[in-house]
């Protein structure tokens, strides 16, 4: 069985972060949050390490988080990060202390001595630089531990227990703004704990296949395809596995970009001989958001619309005993709650959450251990094409969405996409395509005086979005090259009957949220 390494979440707002670097370098991981941590799911778990993650809470106080004590029992490699390194320490004998000196960003560590976690890494007389963010520190080190490295705020930065194999870093390993970071974390699960880095996508690939078929059995499956990656790699993920079984459904709600229910049909009817029906529901779609301007109401319409057309379509394929869906790893990692409440709804996702129960179906989410870049190169392993699997995300409610304050017609849409694709076709062009998370054109209700030759024209203006993100939650506007911008605000006027005006969008997330509605 491949190794396994437990990630033990105290809240971090990087926890997520550990679970990508360990990933890249080929060992497989989960994050629990600490509270479901106990002997019967670390028995089941069996990690070959455990990694205590960082949080916003104080050891200092009462009714802080603990580590489990089922973790000490089951006697395997402990690293302790920022919070977890003074929990670590606390629990063992040491003392922690709020600190009077609060470290927040980038640090400087003077390594002091030698451990397995710093081998051939970090050595004694080095300063070097790390990310820290904390303001308690540990005073005091438990038996057992010394002091391999120390910051001006933090005297045990680097504490190390040999003979037990545990260890703590006061500070970030796995940020980018930890340069060795990476390569300390590599330490700790090969080095240490003896991981042998063999997790590939080749390894996963058949893996998920045995598991599939092993699920399915005979059983028929159904997948709703939405022209996006994830329901794509769901499919041929399933469709290798148990073939004929499946069958897809594309419910064509009229708000796709353009080209995208066509080419869905070409690649999976075509080339993969995958039962398919695109389904043309776009005049229902449109009938149902007549008059429609409020967001929230949108969605919700589009949501229930779109839940009786795949029910019908599925009801001529003759039912299924499974649901297929891409849902992926951050969907299903239960996140500490750092405020102690659920967060608050900012947009209701349109999602088919409640499909499985009202169709009777089972649910086959082959895809719930990856990461969104992880689900990429499964896609490309599988023979999808590139610009299917690189493709930006695309939220469920489509065009609609962004076509914000007024109603949507067909003319619009048709308006909107025309804009949209000409920008996407400059960004690859320039070659900029794949370094943003997602980028998209925005047809704004106002319309605004302009001068095309010498006539007047009085038509809509757009708004251009690029952002940066790794995983949608937070968000930066990608700083375009205004020779760029300029090219494809001339292209999209020239080219857009009925737009005549272009702006960009320079709003982070938050206080923005990506879409604009
Ligand atoms: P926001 O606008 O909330 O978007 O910052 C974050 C990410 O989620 C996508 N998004 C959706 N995806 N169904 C989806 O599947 C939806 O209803 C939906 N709304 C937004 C959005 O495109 C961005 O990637």
């Keep these: 069985m491949t190794d396994r390494v437990l990630i033990v979440d105290f809240g971090s707002q990087v926890t997520q972060l550990i679970a990508r670097r360990l990933r890249e370098s080929g060992v497989y991981c989960e994050i629990h949050p600490y509270d479901r941590v106990n002997a019967a799911s670390l028995a089941e778990f069996a990690p070959k390490a455990v990694i205590l993650s960082g949080g916003p809470a104080s050891v200092t106080e009462p009714g802080a988080p603990r580590i489990p004590q089922a973790v000490f029992d089951a006697g395997v490699p402990l690293l302790g990060i ?3 390194q003074q929990a670590l320490c606390a629990q063992l004998g040491g003392r922690v202390a709020p600190g009077d000196q609060r470290e927040f960003g980038r640090a400087v560590v003077d390594i002091t001595g030698e451990c397995a976690l710093l081998q051939d890494v970090w050595s004694p007389g080095g300063r070097e630089t790390v990310w820290m963010s904390h303001g308690d520190r540990v005073v005091e080190l438990p038996p057992g531990f010394r002091s391999v490295g120390s910051s001006e705020g933090a005297p045990f930065a680097i504490v190390a227990d ?10 970030h390993p796995e940020v980018v703004h930890t340069p060795h970071g990476v390569a300390l974390l590599r330490n700790f699960t090969h080095r240490v704990a003896g991981c042998s880095g063999d997790w590939t ?6 893996q998920a296949v045995e598991h599939i078929r092993k699920q399915v059995g005979r059983g028929r499956v159904l997948c709703g395809l939405s022209g996006g990656v994830d329901s794509a790699v769901t499919a041929a993920l399933i469709h290798e596995a148990v073939g004929n079984q499946l069958s897809c459904v594309l419910v064509d709600h009229g708000l796709m970009r353009k080209g995208e229910a066509e080419q869905v049909a070409r690649v999976f009817r075509d080339r993969f001989n995958i039962r398919l029906v695109l389904a043309d529901a776009s005049d229902r ?3 149902a958001l007549a008059g429609r301007i409020d967001p929230e109401e949108k969605r919700k319409i589009i949501g229930a619309t779109f839940i009786d057309v795949f029910e019908e379509e599925a009801a001529k394929l003759g039912g299924a005993d499974f649901l297929a869906q891409g849902t992926l790893y951050p969907d299903v990692i239960e996140s500490v709650s750092v405020a102690g409440g659920p967060s608050a709804t900012i947009k209701s996702h349109h999602n088919v959450g409640g499909l499985p129960a009202r169709m009777n ?3 086959v989410e082959p895809l719930r251990e990856l990461f969104k870049d992880e689900v990429r190169v499964l896609g490309r392993e599988l023979g999808l094409p590139d610009d299917m699997v690189k493709r930006h995300p695309f939220p469920g409610p489509g065009l609609a969405i962004r076509i914000p304050g007024q109603e949507i017609t067909r ?9 949209d694709a000409i920008y996407l076709e400059e960004l690859r062009a320039a070659g900029l395509y794949d370094a943003i998370w997602q980028a998209f054109a925005v ?8 001068v095309m030759g010498d006539a007047r024209t009085y038509d809509y203006a757009c708004a251009l979005r690029a952002v940066t993100s790794t995983d949608g939650m937070t968000a930066d506007f990608h700083p375009l090259p205004h020779e760029l911008l300029g090219r494809i605000a001339n292209r999209i006027i020239n080219e857009t009957r009925g737009i005549n005006r272009v702006t960009y969008d320079i709003t982070s997330k938050p206080p923005g949220t990506i879409e604009w509605e």
């Design 361 to 363: 179906m089972r649910l």
């Design 443 to 450: 047809l704004l209700p106002v319309r605004t005086v302009g």
């Design 411 to 419: 003319e619009k849409l048709d308006l909107l996409r025309h804009a």
């Design 82 to 84: 920022c919070y977890g």
């Design 201 to 206: 996508m080749t390894a996963f690939r058949a």
């Design 162 to 171: 040999d003979r037990r194999r545990y260890y703590g870093l006061m500070f």
């Design 285 to 287: 779609f449109l009938a």
